[in-house]
């Protein structure tokens, strides 16, 4: 049963530390996207890779937030200092170019809570 | 990107049939209808999705008006895992804008 896999599920830091959180999308699929989920703002887009090129970050504070695809097969969303505020739920999707492109596939997300 | 409006919630009895709303009276010619929903502790999941023409698949139907400003997704038996936020959304291109959805509560 093909997942996109996220890790980790839960992290804890204290402000101004380093945040990675990874994901591994679908195999085959070629397009990932990262999510920031809240309560006041709801499910936002961060940004998103085709073919591992970022096409579009508009969403993410850039000052502090990064997103790479180092392969096909692991995409990356650092936040470096971390902030209170970036305390979320952070979802990977990743969408296939054979079938519908337009269907995304979660992860189950990593909570992040910044002290 | 173009605007969906649901219901903020909705209560339906097991086993009995949902019809889960969405007006988008701006909708362009290109843009796809998506459903999504999202379990408790969980990502989003897709459901069903649609141009034109009505949809039927495993998990659920969807009903398109003909002049495309609406659409109804329909669950045929609504089970208790069946409760969730469901999204409709509006989609041209590789991004998807969540709205806030319906939250759907399912009665044993």
């Known amino acids: 049963d093909a997942r996109v896999t996220q890790t980790p599920r839960h992290k804890v830091t204290e402000m101004g530390q380093e945040v990675t959180m990874r994901c591994q999308p679908i195999?085959?699929?070629?397009?990932v996207f990262w999510y920031r989920q809240t309560m006041m703002q709801g499910l936002e887009l961060l940004a998103y890779?085709?073919?591992?090129?970022?096409?579009?970050d508009s969403g993410m504070p850039k000052d502090r937030f990064s997103a790479e695809m180092p392969d096909a097969t692991l995409a990356t969303l650092k936040i470096q200092p971390s902030e209170p505020r970036d305390s979320a739920v952070y979802f990977c999707?990743?969408?296939?170019?054979?079938?519908?492109?337009?269907?995304?596939?979660f992860g189950a997300g990593t909570r992040l809570s910044v002290l | 990107d173009a605007k969906t409006t649901q219901p903020n919630s909705m209560e339906s009895n097991e086993e009995e049939p949902v019809h889960l709303p969405c007006n988008h009276s701006?909708?362009?010619?290109?843009?796809?209808i998506h459903w999504y929903r999202q379990l408790p502790s969980q990502g989003p999941e897709y459901v069903i999705h649609?141009?034109?023409s009505n949809v039927n698949n495993r998990m659920a139907s969807l009903a398109i008006a003909e002049d495309r400003k609406s659409s109804t997704l329909i669950l045929h038996r609504a089970t208790l895992r069946d409760a969730a936020v469901y999204y409709c959304?509006?989609?041209?291109?590789?991004?998807?804008?969540f709205g806030e959805g319906t939250q759907l509560t399912v009665n044993p």
């Open positions: 195999l085959g699929h070629n397009t």
């Open positions: 649609g141009l034109t």
């Open positions: 701006t909708i362009s010619g290109t843009d796809y």
């Open positions: 959304i509006l989609a041209s291109g590789s991004r998807l804008t």
């Open positions: 890779f085709r073919n591992r090129a970022p096409l579009d």
């Open positions: 999707a990743s969408g296939s170019p054979r079938a519908d492109w337009n269907i995304q596939y």
